[in-house]
């Protein structure tokens, strides 16, 4: 199933909103346990949506590289290893990942 048109307008549209207002804007790809749970898991969304963001020159943070690929475990950091929600410890792993990329990037 194809990523709908809507979602690069609607990503432009708030790229352009941010513009206006003179604000930095980030896309945040935030992974789901999906991803670590089933062997047969397609990057299919993930390179696609990737792909869109970089060629609307928006800066990505990629939460999936930056944090749960270098865990051993990545599922860990999910509740019960099958929730959707990420453990305390994730999330503070995914904050301070974010928090860094955001100062690199402003800097």
């Known amino acids: 199933m194809p990523i709908p048109l809507e979602f690069s307008d609607i ?8 513009n206006e207002r003179q604000a930095n804007f980030y896309f945040v790809y935030l992974p789901s346990l999906l991803r670590y749970s089933h062997a047969s898991h397609s990057n299919y969304y993930y390179l696609n949506i990737k792909k869109i963001i970089n060629d609307l020159e928006i800066n990505f943070i990629d939460v999936h590289e930056g944090v749960f690929k ?6 860990s950091l999910f509740p019960f290893q099958n929730r959707v929600h990420y453990t305390p410890e994730g999330y503070e792993k995914v904050a301070k990942y974010v928090y860094n990329e955001i100062r690199m990037n402003n800097n």
């Open 11 to 18: 990503i432009l549209k708030a790229k352009n909103f941010s």
């Open 70 to 75: 270098k865990e051993k475990n990545p599922l």
